[in-house]
């Protein structure tokens, strides 16, 4: 079934073409940082501030631990957004009458922006793990919620029914027909919270925290060392690709049969 | 011998609001009957099995089975549907257990079971693989083999090899002769295919254009395997095209 494809000049091309950009944007940082002004730092300078963290770490927590730090909080956030975020979009999805009282509800606050709930969650929770957590929570519920509740709603009728003339009940149409055709959905919906989340963490540690990568670029601007603030920015965008890809990854393993047809 | 009745229509009726699309429709199907019900197209066949299945509620009337009130749960049927209808998530040989697992049998007569629709079928090279990567012949052929396997007392085919190559469509009518002789099945099968129809069925119902009742009922008395080309077959499917080109 595997086509097999002449590996043509163009397709050499497409493929150095990412390199040469990546090597341009690299060009052109050393051409801003070496200006006289030094509006960003060099490079250099960054790497060297990477290798002096390593040294001295800040706030006696390594980079790793920095890293965990944040890793950690979004996926405890997340972990809860899932455990209710699955269940009430599969049940908004599937019984009608849970989904004309709980949908409204859900609409209303659907549009309230993570960030928004800041204040309230300050006041309830304090400024402690327990208030960054619920605020991940609140960014990270939305779109698991959602795409379960769309992937439901788009569960192909036709499977339905072949279940049904089997004789499946009413749970085993959902445990064999709407789950499995739901779950890429529910994954894309939990990819796109891990970014929400990892903007909302960001946040929450740049207002409060003594750990995470939001603490340290906070922590850069306060004493005005850029090297830093761009390493953690460089860093936070790695972990941020890192986290994507482990779901692409997961996607694959639990969907094989999505992959088989593209 | 009085022939005892698998399917019992009375008085059936069906709209979907304003559209008539069943009208009065009474006939039986006997026990271990190869029925075919020909029609124009959209003029309510797949409704009527759908009903047949419990899939649809009538308007008025009843379909019964076996004395009782049509039921997936209670009867031993499939349905074998027009459109696509592999699951894309399941193996081809997940796809054919699927009914027996619902049923919960037995594992081992499950693994059984599938070894030998999967041989039957001709997938044995697709066994592992899924739905999406074979062409529409093969994935017509995991939805008959899934119906199949469940050994069903009712067998409701809709234009099951409509999409399917002629060589394919050739064998697989003689197997659905071959399985409906074998274990005594009652079939109702939809067709658009006239020739198809004179080759399967004992007994053809020709539908009217909707709201749809039954014009004719055809007995067709010739032996299995039946000869396209012998004079008795040519007169029958004439008569049926005739029948439905009156429409
Ligand atoms: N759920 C529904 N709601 C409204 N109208 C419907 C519905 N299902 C079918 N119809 C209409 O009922 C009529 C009969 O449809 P049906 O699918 O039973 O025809 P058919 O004989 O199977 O056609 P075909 O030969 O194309 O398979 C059509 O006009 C169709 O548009
Ligand atoms: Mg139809």
């Given at each position: 079934m595997?086509?097999?494809?002449?590996?043509?000049r163009?397709?050499?091309?497409?493929?150095?073409?990412?390199?040469?950009?990546?090597?341009?944007?690299?060009?052109?940082?050393?051409?801003?940082s070496?200006?006289?002004?030094?509006?960003?730092?060099?490079p250099?300078?960054?790497?060297?501030?990477?290798?002096?963290?390593?040294?001295?770490?800040?706030?006696?927590?390594?980079l790793?631990?920095?890293?965990?730090?944040?890793?950690?909080?979004?996926?405890?956030?997340?972990?809860f957004?899932?455990?209710?975020?699955?269940?009430?979009?599969?049940?908004?999805?599937?019984?009608?009458t849970c989904?004309?009282?709980?949908k409204?509800?859900?609409?209303?606050?659907?549009?309230?922006?993570?960030?928004?709930?800041?204040p309230?969650?300050?006041?309830?929770?304090?400024?402690?793990?327990?208030?960054?957590?619920?605020?991940?929570?609140?960014?990270?519920?939305?779109?698991?919620?959602?795409?379960?509740?769309?992937?439901v709603?788009?569960?192909?009728?036709?499977?339905?029914?072949?279940?049904?003339?089997?004789?499946?009940?009413?749970?085993?149409?959902?445990?064999?027909?709407?789950?499995?055709?739901?779950?890429s959905?529910?994954?894309?919906?939990?990819?796109?919270?891990?970014?929400?989340?990892?903007?909302?963490?960001?946040?929450?540690?740049?207002?409060?925290?003594?750990?995470?990568?939001?603490?340290?670029?906070?922590?850069?601007?306060?004493?005005?060392d850029?090297?830093?603030?761009?390493?953690?920015m460089?860093?936070?965008?790695?972990?941020?690709?890192?986290l994507?890809?482990?779901?692409?990854?997961?996607?694959?393993?639990l969907c094989?049969?999505k992959?088989v047809?593209? | 011998?009085?022939?005892?009745?698998?399917?019992?229509?009375?008085?059936?009726?069906?709209?979907?609001?304003?559209?008539?699309?069943?009208?009065?429709?009474?006939?039986?199907?006997?026990?271990?009957?190869?029925?075919?019900?020909v029609g124009?197209?959209g003029?309510?066949?797949?409704?009527?099995l759908?009903?047949?299945?419990?899939?649809?509620?009538?308007?008025?009337g009843?379909?019964?089975?076996?004395g009782?009130?049509?039921?997936?749960?209670?009867?031993?049927?499939?349905?074998?549907?027009?459109?696509?209808?592999?699951?894309?998530?399941?193996?081809?040989?997940k796809?054919?257990?699927?009914?027996?697992?619902?049923?919960n049998k037995?594992?081992?007569?499950?693994k059984e079971q599938?070894?030998?629709?999967i041989?039957?079928?001709?997938?044995e090279?697709?066994?592992?693989?899924?739905?999406?990567?074979?062409?529409?012949?093969?994935?017509?052929?995991i939805?008959i083999?899934?119906?199949f396997a469940?050994?069903?007392?009712?067998?409701?085919?809709?234009?099951?090899?409509?999409?399917?190559?002629?060589?394919?469509?050739?064998y697989?009518?003689?197997?659905?002769i071959?399985?409906?002789?074998?274990?005594?099945?009652?079939?109702?099968f939809?067709?658009h295919?006239i020739?198809?129809?004179?080759?399967?069925?004992?007994?053809?119902?020709?539908?009217?254009n909707?709201?749809?009742?039954?014009?004719?009922?055809?007995?067709?008395h010739?032996?299995?395997?039946?000869?396209?080309?012998d004079?008795?077959f040519?007169?029958?499917?004439?008569y049926?095209?005739?029948?439905?080109?009156?429409?």
């Open positions: 595997k086509k097999i494809r002449n590996i043509t163009r397709d050499v091309f497409l493929a150095v073409l990412p390199v040469l950009s990546i090597l341009m944007a690299i060009g052109l940082w050393l051409l801003v070496s200006g006289e002004d030094h509006i960003i730092p060099t250099g300078e960054v790497y060297e501030r990477a290798v002096r963290l390593f040294e001295k770490p800040i706030n006696h927590v390594s790793w631990g920095h890293i965990w730090a944040s890793v950690k909080r979004v996926l405890i956030g997340l972990f957004a899932c455990v209710t975020g699955i269940p009430f979009g599969l049940l908004i999805g599937w019984n009608k989904r004309s009282v709980l409204p509800l859900f609409d209303l606050i659907r549009p309230i922006p993570a960030l928004a709930w800041i309230l969650m300050t006041l309830w929770f304090g400024i402690g793990e327990t208030s960054k957590i619920a605020l991940i929570y609140m960014g990270t519920l939305r779109p698991v919620l959602v795409n379960t509740y769309a992937g709603s788009m569960t192909p009728q036709i499977n339905i029914d072949v279940a049904r003339v089997f004789g499946a009940s009413q749970f085993q149409v959902v445990k064999d027909i709407v789950m499995p055709s739901t779950l959905a529910i994954l894309a919906g939990i990819k796109t919270a891990l970014g929400t989340g990892w903007i909302v963490v960001l946040a929450a540690e740049m207002i409060s925290a003594n750990t995470g990568l939001g603490f340290m670029i906070i922590r850069g601007s306060n004493v005005a850029l090297a830093l603030v761009i390493f953690a460089l860093i936070i965008g790695i972990v941020g690709a890192l994507s890809a482990v779901l692409t990854f997961l996607e694959r393993k094989p049969w992959t047809i593209n | 011998m009085e022939r005892k009745i698998k399917v019992k229509v009375e008085d059936l009726c069906k709209s979907f609001g304003d559209l008539k699309v069943l009208e009065d429709c009474n006939f039986h199907i006997y026990d271990g009957e190869f029925v075919c019900v124009p197209t003029c309510g066949k797949t409704t009527f759908n009903m047949l299945s419990n899939l649809l509620e009538p308007t008025s009843r379909v019964l089975i076996d009782e009130k049509a039921s997936p749960q209670k009867h031993n049927l499939s349905f074998i549907f027009q459109e696509p209808s592999a699951f894309p998530w399941l193996t081809v040989e796809n054919i257990a699927y009914g027996l697992r619902a049923k037995d594992e081992g007569y499950i599938t070894d030998r629709i041989d039957l079928m001709g997938l090279k697709y066994r592992k693989a899924y739905p999406g990567e074979l062409s529409t012949s093969a994935e017509q052929k939805v083999g899934r119906a469940m050994d069903p007392d009712l067998l409701l085919m809709d234009e099951p090899y409509g999409q399917m190559d002629v060589k394919t469509r050739f697989l009518q003689d197997e659905v071959r399985i409906w002789k074998e274990y005594q099945k009652t079939v109702v939809i067709t295919n020739e198809e129809a004179v080759y399967l069925a004992e007994r053809v119902l020709i539908l009217t909707k709201p749809a009742r039954v014009k004719e009922d055809v007995p067709i010739l032996p299995h395997p039946r000869d396209i080309n004079p008795e040519v007169r029958i499917r004439n049926i095209t005739e029948q439905i080109k009156w429409w």
